[in-house]
T-cell receptor, first 118, second 112 residues
Framework: AQKITQTQPGMFVQEKEAVTLDCTYD???????LFWYKQPSSGEMIFLIY??????QNATEGRYSLNFQKARKSANLVISASQLGDSAMYFC???????????????FGRGTQLTVWP | DVKVTQSSRYLVKRTGEKVFLECVQD?????MFWYRQDPGLGLRLIYF???????EKGDIPEGYSVSREKKERFSLILESASTNQTSMYLC???????????FGPGTRLTVT
């Protein structure tokens, strides 16, 4: 079974609008972390935002926020006020295990291609 | 500024050749990872290492091996390259704990 599911292969949004990229996860661990990465056409992977399973508040980083719904096992990325430079592939990822574990592997979803149009 | 470097951005090899992909990080990270990325499949973990000379298989280790002789360097080896190993290869590193992984720029490998 997939650990991370991203159901939107592609999304389109107009500049200055907000957009939500969906991510659901599957784990039986109590302690885990959720990550979002951005990959522009140049190929580099850019870390955007992190949410720990025990964090009470939704994570925010500038225009990025993570809508964390633990009971539904979802960790959607919200980008507010989209910009043309936000056009990229976006990956959701999960890290399982106890905090401080050395086994820091990530499970990635298949990604969502976001296109921002003027 | 944190940095993960990979030896080549683009590489073309022939079927049956032995291929070495090198990755170096300058952040003193304990953990290092090799992924391959294919369209529609996301990133899939090949191997990872949590200490010098230690390695763990990821989800798709067949046809690959790795070497970590020094903390900062993690090498991916294709013993006998095949056309189905044509892909983008990404190296990453992280410190212990719930921290993000830092990625290198990737190596686009073509096997003909």
């Amino acid at each position: 079974a997939q650990k991370i599911t991203q159901t939107q292969p592609g999304m389109f949004v107009q500049e200055k609008e907000a957009v939500t990229l969906d991510c659901t996860y599957d784990t039986s661990d109590q302690s885990y972390g959720l990550f979002w990465y951005k990959q522009p056409s140049s190929g580099e992977m850019i870390f955007l935002i992190y949410q720990g399973s025990y964090d009470e508040q939704n994570a925010t980083e500038g225009r990025y926020s993570l809508n964390f719904q633990k009971a539904r096992k979802s960790a959607n990325l919200v980008i507010s006020a989209s910009q043309l430079g936000d056009s990229a592939m976006y990956f959701c990822a999960m890290r399982e295990g106890l905090k401080g574990s050395t086994l820091g592997r990530l499970y990635f979803g298949r990604g969502t291609q976001l296109t921002v149009w003027p | 500024d944190v940095k993960v470097t990979q030896s080549s951005r683009y590489l073309v090899k022939r079927t049956g050749e032995k291929v070495f992909l090198e990755c170096v990080q300058d952040m003193d990270h304990e953990n290092m990872f090799w992924y391959r990325q294919d369209p529609g499949l996301g990133l899939r973990l090949i191997y990872f290492s949590y200490d010098v000379k230690m390695k763990e298989k990821g989800d798709i280790p067949e046809g690959y091996s790795v070497s970590r002789e020094k903390k900062e360097r993690f090498s991916l080896i294709l013993e006998s390259a095949s056309t189905n190993q044509t892909s983008m290869y990404l190296c990453a590193s992280s410190s212990d704990g719930p921290y993000e992984q830092y990625f290198g720029p990737g190596t686009r490998l073509t096997v003909t």
